[in-house]
């Protein structure tokens, strides 16, 4: 299997941009999805398919690859976008799917 | 609306077996792939298991591989897991997942239940 890799934790002042990225060998094959997660809840798809937004999603969120790294960008943070956020996609054999370690958004 | 109500977790000792179960409505049951997906307590998200929609393919991460088992029985719109031989790092919060899209396995979980609560513990 591999691994897909994701900074624990990051913060973003009120109304401003963040990105948070999603490391991995397999995302130079295979696509990411990304999920929002707040305390309590079940995890919410948030990006998938080379960016694309599920109906709901607020448009602030948007998603992107180059090589080995899917990013997730949120464009003028709201204080109901703090939660953690983690990245999925296929290992390397494409049989399997993984997790990234999640990145806990802290909006100032 | 789609729901996806999972149910048939507990505390169990550690070799004990536990099955969940994932009662599905809202959709065409049979044209979608599940997924299960765990959390530890206070823990990212682990991929245990995928099924496609007929049932031909199954996968399992390595962590669960050869103890669990996941099933579907399309006429009751119900998914399962089967766990065998648990162990206390199997404890977590398990809720299922729904593809995306029909007849795809892309592994978008665009929908996912309230999760059930599994605690391997003597």
């Known amino acids: 299997s591999s691994e897909l890799t994701q900074d624990p934790a990051v913060s973003v002042a009120l109304g401003q941009t963040v990105t948070i990225t999603c490391r991995g060998d397999?995302?130079?094959?295979?696509?990411a999805s990304w999920y929002q997660q707040k305390p309590g809840q079940a995890p919410v798809l948030v990006i998938y398919?080379?960016?694309n937004r599920p109906s709901g999603i607020p448009d602030r969120f948007s998603g992107s690859s180059s090589g080995n790294t899917a990013s997730l960008t949120i464009t003028g943070a709201q204080a109901e976008d703090e939660a953690d956020y983690y990245c999925n996609s296929r290992d390397n054999s494409g049989n399997l799917w993984v997790f990234g370690g999640g990145t806990k958004l802290t909006v100032l | 609306q789609v729901q996806l109500v999972e149910s048939g977790g507990g505390v169990v000792q550690p070799g004990r077996s536990l099955r969940l179960s994932c009662a599905a409505s809202?959709?065409?049951?049979?044209?979608?792939?599940l997924h299960w997906v765990r959390q530890a307590p206070g823990k990212g998200l682990e991929w245990v298991a995928f099924?496609?929609?007929?049932?031909?393919?199954?996968y399992y991460a390595d962590s669960v591989k050869g103890r669990f088992t996941i099933s579907r029985d399309n006429s009751k719109r119900t998914l399962f897991l089967q766990m065998n031989s648990l162990r206390a790092e199997d404890t977590a919060v398990y809720y299922c997942?729904?593809?995306?899209?029909?007849?795809?396995?892309?592994?978008?979980?665009?929908?996912w239940g309230q999760g059930t609560l599994v605690t391997v513990s003597s």
């Open positions: 397999s995302l130079r094959r295979y696509s």
């Open positions: 997942a729904r593809d995306a899209r029909p007849l795809d396995s892309s592994g978008y979980y665009a929908y």
């Open positions: 099924i496609s929609y007929d049932a031909s393919d199954k």
């Open positions: 398919a080379k960016g």
């Open positions: 809202g959709f065409t049951f049979s044209s979608y792939t």
